[in-house]
């Protein structure tokens, strides 16, 4: 009994990720592998490092891929800057800052939750009410909340923990390259990303950086970090020190990150955030042009679009429905299960083809399950965002 | 400042891992990527259980592959198998069984090493003999030792450990695929490996199994795992139960292993560790013909051949020189630094070709410094193993 031919469907992804990686992405994985240690790829993992400095907006030398998804940076982050008893406070307004405090309390450490309803936005206030209360090691939020499409204020919240002496860690896995991520302005002591978002690449990489504040940090444990695999030290060694092994870092996996952050750099961080915007713009036409609403109470992020399922119209059958059709969207998170859908414009598909293809195709299942306006209308207002 | 395309040398890829992969493997990276929790995507999740229950040898239903490297499979076994205070005995013969220390003694476990020098192996009466001073939860061993070239005797290790009831932890990252690995009729709790070494897959994956004796351990934890990227309670959740999101499995990294395991299996395990086994003969018959000693002292390695340095050569600038020949040897580990080689002969290079191509080139720089026994008889002993 052989496995036959791999044959998989072409889906236009327009869910939180993975998104479609750009062809070029695709080329550069058949390229010859190299050892992890080869002088070769020692320069190609400079050369990423380069770029992606200049993507997160930072000097910070301490600036590496992570060899594992994009779970995986908030978890380096936590198990490396949090020691069991520290005082640490987690940002929470929906499943990602839920997850944050879930790493966080693993590692042993006394976490405080800030939280704030599903989809609703957490100020600085907030924090500085808890920073108040009793001083805090690290404070940690979810830049862009992928599971109710809220944007939190990263630089206000960054601010307020600093001024209370804390260090500050950012998920940013669904808002790099897709939208304004401002390591140092906004004064960011750690954050961390994924490849097969806003990057344009494929899964496999996390993307992070670490400010001397928090390399100070480290150094400073009294314990060793629980994991060796996450542990900075070592994966600092081998990215910007003596070079020794430490694990067996995929090249193919860096070209493909090194190709994203070519096209990312060749475009430009103003012009691509522009284009996710336009994108975003465009998709939020259509679906007013639905009479489709957005749960998101707080700043919607252009780059994910958590919308309410309306009345009526049967969630799972629908989705199955637009996989017939090769249109990939995802479903509500926790509490969100069954009353909205999550829907991305990241990276290759905040363009105008892929919005329109989308929107026409829900408008074609909506249509279908018995909810229907104004057939073409969503199509249309994306197209009019798009004109001359 | 932008970066020049891509242009990485081809290698042949000699070292201890990465190998070389098949072509086949390299065009499946190119396939369209589908989402992590698409059935299409699910549908070869069960496809690639399937076979790598093949190559495990086993009936374990809780086999995966794990978003990481190889040296993240050593890691999850421990964080889910150890708990703080366990009992666990680990058995080091080399640079990889001191890592599994490490790993270990990381979860905060009472860690008791079984030491024997570099380069030897353990017995079952050594095992039994700490075995005997006091109980353990878990015995854990490196079946072959990459640093030092060594096989140890898992059986009989798994044996002894059994009959004193403990649970059986095997890392087999350089053995599967290469030469045989018996999970279930040895007794192996659990055993991890990666996908670049000799089952001919790019760097990224780390494929693991697990006994119901292992899951029973882990489900009887009176702590959470402390990783929630490495908790097998969430990832069987994903991989076997609800089909619970857990972390973004790179579609792409999991085409890659299934074309791999398509080709292993498509040539039968048998035949290919026959296949390493007379690419090991091919290669030792060219060191003796070299009078080139290898440093091993139990039962030797066919897929990775840990070599004396020959007095009067010296190791960097010769490795250099192959380099500039695109042929890539590792130095020696730890203590071995300077004094051996690492040579790998492993998936699409356990073959003539690659086997003469690297004799010849030794040849080559060999005789550049110096060290000179009889040009052409390398290559011509190899040859002679592969004749009619």
């Known amino acids: ?43 190609l993992m400079n050369e990423v490092q380069d770029d992606l400095r200049q993507v997160f907006q930072t000097k910070n030398q301490h600036t590496l891929l992570l060899s594992a998804t994009g779970t995986s940076g908030v978890e380096t982050m936590m198990v490396n800057l949090l020691e069991p008893g520290d005082e640490v406070i987690i940002c929470s307004s929906g499943f990602f800052g ?94 961390s990303s994924c490849s097969q978002k806003c990057l344009g690449s494929i899964p496999g990489m996390a993307p992070a950086t670490f400010s001397p504040r928090a390399i100070e940090a480290i150094k400073n444990r009294k314990s060793k970090v629980p994991s060796l695999y996450w542990d900075l030290n070592m994966l600092f060694n081998y990215w910007d020190g003596a070079r020794g092994f430490h694990h067996t870092m995929s090249s193919t996996l860096v070209y493909a990150v090194r190709e994203a952050l070519r096209i990312v750099l060749e475009e430009g961080l103003e012009a691509r955030w522009e284009r996710h915007a336009k994108a975003s713009q465009a998709f939020e036409a259509g679906l007013k042009a639905m009479e489709l609403s957005i749960f998101t109470k707080g700043p919607v992020l252009p780059v994910i679009k958590v919308v309410n399922i309306p009345e009526g119209v049967d969630d799972l059958p629908l989705r199955k429905r637009l996989l017939e059709m090769d249109v990939e969207i995802a479903g509500g998170f926790g509490p969100l299960a069954g009353k909205t859908w999550r829907i991305g414009i990241m990276g290759t598909n905040a363009t105008a083809k892929s919005v329109i293809a989308l929107l026409g195709a829900l408008e074609q299942v909506l249509a279908e399950q018995g909810y229907y306006r104004e057939r073409g209308a969503a199509v249309a207002a994306a197209a009019e965002v798009y004109k001359g």
Chains 1, 2 share one sequence.
Request: with cysteine; hydrophobic share 45%; net charge negative.
């Open 98 to 191: 839920q997850r944050m405090i879930e790493q966080a309390t693993r590692t042993g450490a006394n976490v405080r939750a800030v939280e704030v309803p599903f989809g609703e936005v957490i100020t600085g206030a907030l924090v500085e009410e808890e920073l108040k209360k009793k001083p805090a090691k690290v404070v940690g939020f979810v830049h862009a909340e992928t599971s109710t499409g809220a944007l939190q204020p990263a630089a206000e919240i960054a601010a307020v923990a600093r001024q209370y002496g804390a260090l500050v860690v950012m998920d940013c896995v669904t808002s790099l390259g897709g939208l304004p991520v401002k390591i140092d302005e906004w004064g960011i002591d750690a954050a």
């Open 1 to 43: 009994m052989r496995l036959p031919e791999l044959n998989p469907p072409v889906r236009l992804l327009m869910g939180p990720g993975p998104s479609n990686p750009d062809p070029r992405v695709l080329r550069a994985l058949t390229s010859p592998i190299l050892g992890h240690l080869d002088p070769a790829f020692l320069a």
